[in-house]
């Protein structure tokens, strides 16, 4: 996986929509954020449209179109998203991949920003950022500890260790594997498509929000009845929002990972409860339960 260039708190943000709309009240007050700290930040036009369907920002047309045209740009050194929703899956198909291959940018996003990370790497081979967004993140604000994480990492910083608390070990152990994931319910509606993307031997991370118990268990037993579960070195569940009693998701976790000797935690600092640690997609790292550490040994983009 081909890392993306480096950026710095004064560089020039691009802000997507090509999911659900947003408040443009909000997203300007999370961009004045980044430009008090130096940012220069440029909003897609789309940020606040409806189209024919009111949870989409505009239709499938401007969306795209918007994407692609902010692609297609060497004026922009990253891409941010004012939030999710949904509606980038619709827009896969479209998506000028040879642009962003010919010019490797970060892009930083969750929820269902996970469907674009998953046809980045598999259609241009480049590695992303699942992590904050302006409507929650940015609005709110990261912690001071996030936030020196956000921008050591995006300006190539490692070895990068971010220490957690013993009562998220679910089962201990130690992996090191490239790391991958994003919204459990995207990466299962992928599956099968030609963005379906899944790293054997890998450490495989994910969250989701309004999901009950019983519908985590259908999800992560389809993964398990694919085969997929067999080669995976280790699992990081982040936060989970509405999604059901820790004591019966610890059950759960156990149920379908126990037997696999892999280290899993869980309430790692991701998530739709926002405060999002940023997490590289398709990069290599460490974890170990014995030393409550989670590291990224080798810089996550390249400096140019």
């Given at each position: 996986?081909?890392?993306p260039?480096?950026?710095?708190?004064d560089s020039?943000?691009?802000?997507?929509?090509?999911?659900?709309p947003s408040?443009?009240p909000r997203?300007?007050?999370?961009?004045n954020?980044?430009?008090?700290?130096?940012a220069?930040v440029t909003?897609?036009?789309?940020i606040?449209?409806?189209?024919p369907?009111n949870?989409?920002?505009?239709?499938?047309?401007?969306?795209?179109?918007?994407?692609?045209?902010f692609?297609?740009?060497d004026?922009?050194d990253?891409?941010?998203?004012?939030?999710?929703?949904?509606?980038?899956m619709?827009?896969?198909?479209?998506?000028d991949?040879?642009?962003?291959a010919?010019?490797?940018?970060?892009?930083?996003?969750?929820?269902?920003?996970t469907?674009?990370?998953q046809?980045?790497?598999r259609r241009?081979?480049?590695a992303?950022?699942?992590?904050?967004?302006l409507?929650?993140d940015?609005?709110?604000?990261?912690?001071?500890?996030r936030?020196?994480?956000f921008?050591?990492l995006l300006?190539?910083?490692?070895p990068?260790?971010?220490?957690?608390?013993?009562?998220?070990?679910?089962t201990?152990?130690?992996?090191?594997g490239?790391?991958?994931?994003?919204?459990?319910?995207?990466?299962?509606a992928?599956i099968?498509?030609?963005?379906?993307?899944?790293?054997?031997?890998g450490?495989?991370?994910?969250?989701?929000?309004?999901?009950?118990?019983?519908?985590?268990?259908r999800?992560?037993?389809?993964?398990?009845?694919s085969g997929r579960?067999?080669?995976?070195?280790g699992?990081?569940?982040g936060r989970?929002?509405?999604?059901?009693?820790?004591a019966?998701?610890?059950?759960?976790l156990l149920?379908?990972?126990?037997?696999n000797?892999i280290?899993?935690?869980?309430?790692?600092p991701?998530?739709?409860?926002?405060n999002?640690?940023?997490m590289?997609?398709?990069?290599p790292?460490h974890?170990?339960?014995?030393?409550?550490?989670?590291?990224?040994n080798?810089?996550?983009?390249?400096r140019?």
């Amino acid at each position: 996986m081909r890392p993306p260039r480096a950026v710095f708190p004064d560089s020039h943000f691009a802000v997507l929509a090509p999911s659900s709309p947003s408040e443009r009240p909000r997203i300007e007050a999370a961009a004045n954020r980044l430009r008090s700290r130096g940012a220069r930040v440029t909003l897609a036009a789309n940020i606040d449209s409806r189209g024919p369907r009111n949870y989409l920002a505009g239709s499938d047309e401007q969306r795209l179109e918007e994407f692609n045209r902010f692609l297609r740009s060497d004026d922009y050194d990253a891409f941010l998203f004012a939030r999710g929703g949904y509606g980038s899956m619709r827009i896969l198909d479209g998506l000028d991949y040879a642009a962003l291959a010919a010019n490797p940018r970060p892009i930083i996003g969750f929820s269902d920003i996970t469907a674009i990370h998953q046809a980045v790497a598999r259609r241009a081979g480049i590695a992303s950022f699942h992590g904050p967004m302006l409507n929650l993140d940015f609005f709110e604000g990261l912690s001071p500890e996030r936030e020196d994480w956000f921008w050591r990492l995006l300006r190539g910083d490692a070895p990068l260790t971010w220490r957690f608390d013993s009562p998220t070990v679910v089962t201990h152990g130690t992996a090191e594997g490239v790391l991958f994931g994003g919204c459990l319910s995207l990466t299962m509606a992928l599956i099968g498509t030609p963005y379906d993307y899944w790293v054997d031997d890998g450490i495989w991370f994910w969250e989701d929000v309004d999901e009950p118990l019983y519908r985590i268990d259908r999800m992560l037993t389809h993964v398990r009845l694919s085969g997929r579960l067999r080669n995976i070195r280790g699992v990081i569940v982040g936060r989970l929002k509405n999604c059901g009693e820790e004591a019966e998701l610890d059950a759960l976790l156990l149920e379908c990972f126990g037997g696999n000797g892999i280290p899993i935690i869980r309430d790692f600092p991701f998530g739709h409860h926002g405060n999002n640690l940023l997490m590289p997609v398709g990069v290599p790292v460490h974890l170990s339960t014995r030393t409550l550490t989670f590291t990224i040994n080798a810089p996550a983009v390249e400096r140019r």
